[in-house]
Structures are given as structure tokens and as C-alpha cells.
């Protein structure tokens, strides 16, 4: 059974940096590209990022591109997310989700709880 | 950017009524358009991908259709446990897009 943990989430303050991170297991984690997708509570989906099974292939939403970085490890069965320069509008849950492929432009099959980001002063 | 806009925003139906979601791309996308339903407090679940394709498990009152701008989803009757937000998600151009969702409530 595929499993996705999300962690790291929690309350800081703007500007400061977060990084996350997803420990994965169940599937053969370099087979698959991976993602991170954000939902402010009670609004609709917004995809974060995502990176191929070999880190080959990177792309960020533009809301955040030059201020999250995302990264995996494979041998850790590890996707993560470091999170700088933090704006109110950056407070969401975040999703960490399995591409059905390889790379970084197919669907997402699998999807962590999520972990919340809170950002405040 | 793709811009993926959905409609309506939100609808009541009765069960056993058939309901119908649009999704328009700002820009052609071919068939790479894909469906997820998320019920309240759970992440979403991929039903359609491909436009029209049926994922694995899915039942077959859910079906999608469409190409190029224009795609449809459809609950051919609706049930009780289908009441949730729906989101098209386009996957033809980076960065990937979602619609606004669906909110389906059951009368």
C-alpha cells in the first residue's frame, strides 16, 4: 500500500523559512516523479512544484518560483520542500503527491494527508 | 499560463440526477486534462485522467469527455456519497493548472 507522511508544517513567521518533508514507502520511489500541491482551507487546489524520479526535471508554480526549492532523496524515500521568504499567502495545507510516471507532467495517483502551514506574526 | 476555468462553481442535485461539470483551458490542451473528486478533510482522488479514461476502481456513472478547450465531466446518476468538490487539472504545459472546483451538495 502506498504510503505518503507529510511533516514539518507548523507556525512561522513571514519571512522566515519552513521546509518540509514527505517519507514515502509502499511503491518504488525513483520510478515516480513527486509533487507538492497546496489547498488554503476551504479554497481550491494550487500545484507548488514538482520533480522527476531522477531530480532531471524541476518545475514550481509561479507563486513561488526563486523562493521554494523542492528536492528528493532516494535513497531516504524522501521528497522535501525548503521553504524561504514566507508570505502570509502561503498558508495552506500541504499535499505531497505521487506522479502516475516518471516525470513531472502526468496525474497525481497518490496523496499524503498533508501538513499545515501556518504563517503569522 | 493555462487558465482552467470550471463551471459552475457549485450546484444541488437529487440523487439519481444526472450532473454535468465544464471545464475550459485557456489555450488548447489537447486530452491532458484530468478530474479528482475531494470529499471534506480527505485529500483528492484522481477519477478521470486523460479526459475520458476511467481510473482503476472508479464506477461507471462517472465519465469524462472533450478535447482541445472545452471537457465535461458527468455523474450519470447521482449518488449520496458523491456529494464533494471536483477539480479539472491540466497537465499540457508547466506549471500545472487546476480548475476553481465543483462543489456538488445532494438535495
Known amino acids: 500500500e502506498v504510503q505518503l507522511v507529510e511533516s514539518g508544517g507548523g507556525l512561522v513567521q513571514p519571512g522566515r523559512s519552513l521546509r518540509l518533508s514527505c517519507a514515502a514507502s509502499g511503491f518504488t520511489f525513483d520510478d515516480h516523479g513527486m509533487h507538492w500541491v497546496r489547498q488554503v482551507p476551504g479554497k481550491g487546489l494550487e500545484w507548488v512544484s514538482g520533480?522527476?524520479?531522477?531530480?532531471?526535471?524541476?518545475g514550481y508554480g509561479d507563486s513561488v518560483k526563486g523562493r521554494f526549492t523542492i528536492s528528493r532523496d532516494n535513497v531516504k524515500n524522501s521528497l522535501y520542500l525548503q521553504m524561504n521568504s514566507l508570505r502570509v499567502e502561503d498558508m495552506a495545507l500541504y499535499y505531497c503527491?505521487?506522479?502516475?510516471?516518471?516525470?513531472?507532467?502526468?496525474?497525481?495517483?497518490?496523496w499524503g494527508p498533508g501538513t499545515l502551514v501556518t504563517v503569522s506574526s | 499560463d493555462i487558465q482552467m476555468t470550471q463551471s459552475p462553481s457549485s450546484l444541488s442535485a437529487s440523487v439519481g440526477d444526472r450532473v454535468t461539470i465544464s471545464c475550459k483551458a485557456s489555450?488548447?490542451?489537447?486530452?491532458?486534462l484530468h478530474w479528482y473528486q475531494q470529499k471534506p478533510g480527505k485529500a483528492p482522488k484522481l477519477l478521470i485522467y486523460d479526459a475520458s479514461n476511467l481510473e482503476t476502481g472508479v464506477p461507471p456513472r462517472f465519465s469524462g469527455g472533450g478535447s482541445g478547450t472545452d471537457f465535461t465531466f458527468t455523474i450519470s446518476s447521482l449518488q449520496s456519497e458523491d456529494a464533494a468538490t471536483y477539480y479539472c487539472?491540466?497537465?499540457?504545459?508547466?506549471?500545472?493548472?487546476f480548475g476553481g472546483g465543483t462543489k456538488v451538495e445532494i438535495k
Open positions: 487539472q491540466q497537465y499540457d504545459n508547466l506549471p500545472l493548472t
Open positions: 520533480i522527476s524520479w531522477n531530480s532531471g526535471r524541476i
Open positions: 489555450q488548447d490542451i489537447r486530452n491532458c
Open positions: 503527491a505521487k506522479d502516475r510516471g516518471p516525470g513531472i507532467s502526468y496525474y497525481f495517483d497518490d
